[in-house]
Nanobody, 115 residues
Framework: DVQLVESGGGLVQPGGSLKLSCSSS????????MGWFRQAPGKEREGVAS????????YYGDSVKGRFTISQDYVKKTVYLQMSSLKPEDTAMYYC?????????WGQGTQVTVS
C-alpha cells in the first residue's frame, strides 16, 4: 500500500501562512493524483486541492482559490500545500490522500488551527 505522512500543521494567527507537507512512500500508477482534504468538527470532509504527479496540474476548491497553492517535489515524492491569508474557518484536520480515480490511500492528518 501507499504510505502517506503529513507534517507542518500548527497554530497560526488569522492572515498568517503555513506550509503542509505530505511524503509518499511511492509514486505509481495507483497514486498519480495527490490531494489535500480537510475536516472540521461537525462538518463534512472538504476537498482542498489536488495535483497530478505526472504533469503537476493543480485543482483547488472554491474556498481556497487564490490563497492556497499545491505543489510537488517529484524526486522526493512529496506534495506541499502552501496556505496563505489564513482564516479562522480554515481551522480543521488536514489530510493527504493519494489515488487515481478515487483516493484509497490516506495519511493520519495534521491539525491546522487559525486563531
Amino acid at each position: 500500500d501507499v504510505q502517506l505522512v503529513e507534517s507542518g500543521g500548527g497554530l497560526v494567527q488569522p492572515g498568517g501562512s503555513l506550509k503542509l507537507s505530505c511524503s509518499s512512500s511511492e509514486y505509481t500508477s495507483r497514486s498519480n493524483c495527490m490531494g489535500w482534504f480537510r475536516q472540521a468538527p461537525g462538518k463534512e470532509r472538504e476537498g482542498v486541492a489536488s495535483i497530478y504527479t505526472g504533469d503537476s496540474t493543480p485543482y483547488y476548491g472554491d474556498s481556497v482559490k487564490g490563497r492556497f497553492t499545491i505543489s510537488q517535489d517529484y524526486v522526493k515524492k512529496t506534495v506541499y500545500l502552501q496556505m496563505s491569508s489564513l482564516k479562522p474557518e480554515d481551522t480543521a484536520m488536514y489530510y493527504c490522500a493519494a489515488g487515481r480515480a478515487d483516493f484509497p490511500y490516506w495519511g493520519q492528518g495534521t491539525q491546522v488551527t487559525v486563531s
